[in-house]
């Protein structure tokens, strides 16, 4: 079972996109996305010093773009995607590549979401002077407490041996000269406490745009940072992507439900190397490659036809569509709200014209996803109304 992986901030390097723009397209897409962003890409992924990419604002749009558009050149057809990957998964920022990747939100979206995460959190970072490092070695439990007795969290539990501490630059300082015993400190370049409660700000901005986000559910198996487990829920994936800002990122949960997943083989998205790290010491018998660079394409091509394969989810059903039977004015006649459960031939909504009314009927049983409409919208004959994840069997 394959395995692709998006790295999270910190794994920017100066650089590290210039191989890329040999590529054809690549580009084009960078400044596509950029224009999004309402940055520039192009520039920051070649020629920007490491000073200005370590800014969250711009770090979090380039490794997102990059992530996403470096996948082209691997999978050109979502489809054969679909085929071929059995797990996704991001670690911190990362996790939105993955979603879009996943198709769980397209990379417009991605790029706003990722854009206003940015903002918010580097908005959040200048209330206080905060970081992150990396405790490295000793015990779990006695790193927790040492966290603990300094007033730090345990933003990223990396699995490996490695837990990363946030919180103020006062408080990490006192760390580094009263380390738990066994382990090393090395300070992160990143520009905020992220995980942390310090980052709550952020989560309200970001709450706020998920409204007018439309999402699709799954078509592989991708972890969440928050506990390891499989989410197919597009809504679901939407939800921690917002919490996650705040939360601790649990790596080690995510590599260890690849392994009881199956996972024999994994990619590591650009800008690569960190993931694959962790990777080669917890998951020792997956076979691990960093893409880095356009060179690297044809042995993560060999990768993927060698562990590569379809899987049961990715040929079932993850939504059924609602239509309107007739034109009209629609009213609804159930809840608007993402996970309301409906039974089979549940009475979603009623149709108006001016003589008559007409019931719309949920063919199957499910939950909502989302209405694709509006209360009180005008609607045409055959016009989506509503996405419903199946129930099971159905």
């Known amino acids: 079972m ?35 962003a309402g940055i520039d890409l192009v520039k920051h992924g070649t020629t920007s010093d490491e000073d200005t990419i370590r800014d969250t604002a711009v770090a979090q749009p380039l490794i997102v773009a990059s992530g996403m558009v470096s996948l082209l050149s691997l999978f050109p057809h979502p489809g054969e995607a679909f085929a071929k990957v059995g797990v996704g998964a991001g ?74 501490a946030a919180g103020t630059v006062e408080q990490l300082n006192a760390l580094a000269e009263d380390p738990p015993a066994g382990a090393r400190i090395r300070p992160l370049s990143v520009a905020g406490a992220f995980h942390t409660q310090h980052m709550a700000p952020a989560v309200s901005v970001l709450a706020q745009h998920a409204k007018a986000i439309s999402t699709h559910d799954t078509r592989i198996q991708l972890l969440s940072n928050a506990d390891g487990t499989v989410i197919h829920n597009g809504r679901e994936v939407l939800k921690r992507l917002v919490t996650q800002v705040s939360n601790p990122v649990r790596w080690d949960l995510c590599m260890q439900t690849m392994l009881d997943l199956g996972v024999t083989g994994l990619i590591e998205l650009p800008p690569a190397g960190t993931l694959v790290g962790l990777a080669k010491r917890a998951m020792p018998d997956v076979e691990t490659l960093s893409l880095k660079t356009p060179d690297d394409i044809p042995a993560a091509l060999d990768l993927i036809a060698r562990h590569g394969s379809v899987t049961d989810h990715s040929e079932s059903p993850t939504w059924r ?54 209360d009180g919208d005008p609607v045409n004959p055959g016009q989506p109304l509503l996405r419903l994840h199946p129930q099971a069997g159905a």
């Open 2 to 36: 394959l395995a692709i992986v998006a790295p999270g901030q910190g794994s920017q390097v100066p650089g590290f996109l210039t191989p890329w723009l040999e590529l054809p397209n690549f580009e084009d897409r960078m400044k596509w996305l950029g224009t999004v």
């Open 91 to 164: 670690h911190s920022v990362g996790e939105i590549t993955a979603a879009a990747a996943s198709h769980v939100i397209s990379a417009e979206q991605a790029m706003v979401f990722v854009r206003e995460r940015g903002n918010a959190m580097a908005q959040a970072a200048a209330v206080t002077a905060t970081s992150m490092s990396a405790v490295l070695g000793g015990d779990r439990d006695e790193v927790i407490a040492k966290l603990a007795e300094h007033g730090l969290t345990a933003a990223n539990e990396n699995g490996a041996g490695q837990i990363v």
């Open 321 to 374: 569509l609602v239509v309107a039977p007739f034109k009209g004015t629609i009213e609804f006649n159930v809840s608007e709200e993402p996970g309301t459960v409906l039974d089979n031939g549940a009475k979603v909504a009623t149709i108006r014209t001016l003589r008559d009314e007409y019931p719309v009927l949920a063919p199957h049983g499910g939950t909502i996803v989302e209405w694709l409409v509006t």
